[in-house]
């Protein structure tokens, strides 16, 4: 019999023969980064904006670019880059996540190995202090793919992640962007989160709802690797979970078809499982990368009244796309042997 602390990675151990014959040796190593994608960001943009988002951007692409370089597996890259994003404040992950209709942060991510079809996801938590951790610790050290509310929460300290207070996920112009989507919908403003601090306000109030952050990998070995996690939906109701942490919406990976990660209206990337259907195009219809993001996007998404968003995409053999339709997507992205490419304009 299976030894009891090996049962929940059995169907990795049987996929492996699978995915060996995907994975290519020392092949080159690529890794794309999202911020999230939207219209109102690139609309209220400022120079001091930009340069701040090209910052955290660069920053991320350099913590994943790190590990590929040293060797490092796609999931331990992907891993890298988006703990960076949830670390900063001005992307809506971790730090700097939404708040729902009653104030509170709730936070969702999921992380998938491409050789072995492993998964694992967190949704609703409110104290793990980088979301996507947790996700690969569900992966990794538990029998499941997703853990919510509380019970990942617990997961997570009694595994040892760090946890914060709700003070640790406040920043005012989080606050402030969520304060104006609660009056445009003629909704009551709920108290401030206490404690939360007073801080100056830096730059405009942007009114976007939503965003998430992501990376896609591919290590030496030719195997990929996908993530995705986000602070949800400005003023969503409370327990409402998008497509982030879904595997086959928001994220997929597997060595015969390709890693992808989402962001936009979630709704949307569910109804359309956007992850899995990219890498069935590719998979089954021999799209390319770009041919199946470009499809799913513009022709499925796009064309159902507020399915916003982009996707970022790569294969063993394909290097990192993007693709996206609205005004713009932050991203950023570096092949083995290339210089890195920071993209924040529309």
């Not at 169907?11 to 040796?25: C, R, T, V």
């Not at 992950?93 to 694992?120: C, H, P, Q, V, Y």
């Not at 104006?180 to 919908?185: D, T």
């Not at 595997?247 to 390709?258: E, H, L, V």
Request: proline share 6%; glycine share 10%.
């Amino acid at each position: 019999m299976l030894p009891a602390v090996l049962r929940p990675h059995l169907w990795a151990l049987l996929a492996l023969p699978l995915s060996s014959a995907f994975a290519q040796q020392n092949v080159k190593w690529a890794v794309a980064v999202h911020g999230g994608a939207g219209s109102a960001e690139w609309e209220h943009m400022d120079k001091a904006s930009a340069d701040a988002y090209r910052a955290g951007l660069s920053k991320a692409l350099a913590a994943a670019v790190a590990k590929l370089q040293a060797g490092a597996s796609a999931v331990d890259a992907v891993e890298a880059g988006i703990r960076v994003l949830e670390d900063d404040p001005l992307f809506n992950a971790g730090r700097g996540s939404a708040f729902n209709a009653e104030g509170k942060n709730e936070m969702d991510a999921s992380i998938m190995d491409g050789a072995t079809l492993a998964a694992g996801a967190v949704a609703g938590v409110a104290t793990a202090k980088n979301p996507i951790s947790l996700a690969r610790a569900v992966m990794e050290r538990t029998p499941h793919v997703m853990l919510i509310g509380s019970g990942a929460d617990a997961f997570a300290r009694k595994i040892g992640l760090p946890v914060m207070p709700p003070s640790y996920f406040f920043s005012e112009q989080r606050w402030q962007e969520f304060a104006n989507v609660m009056q445009q919908s003629a909704r009551p403003v709920p108290p401030r989160p206490v404690p939360a601090p007073q801080s100056a306000l830096q730059g405009p109030v942007v009114p976007h709802r939503y965003g998430t952050v992501g990376v896609v990998a591919r290590d030496k070995h030719g195997n990929i690797a996908a993530g995705t996690s986000t602070g949800g939906m400005q003023g969503k109701m409370p327990g409402r979970v998008g497509d982030s942490p879904i595997i086959g919406a928001g994220t997929y990976a597997a060595n015969r078809s390709c890693a992808v990660s989402c962001t936009g209206a979630g709704e949307y990337f569910i109804r359309l499982a956007v992850a899995k259907e990219i890498c069935a195009l590719v998979q089954y219809r021999n799209f390319s990368v770009q041919q199946a993001a470009d499809y799913v996007i513009q022709k499925e998404v796009g064309v159902l009244k507020g399915g916003e968003g982009g996707v970022i995409v790569l294969s063993t053999k394909e290097d990192p796309i993007s693709s996206f339709n609205t005004l713009g997507m932050f991203r950023a992205r570096q092949t083995e042997g290339g210089k890195p490419a920071v993209i924040v304009e529309k």
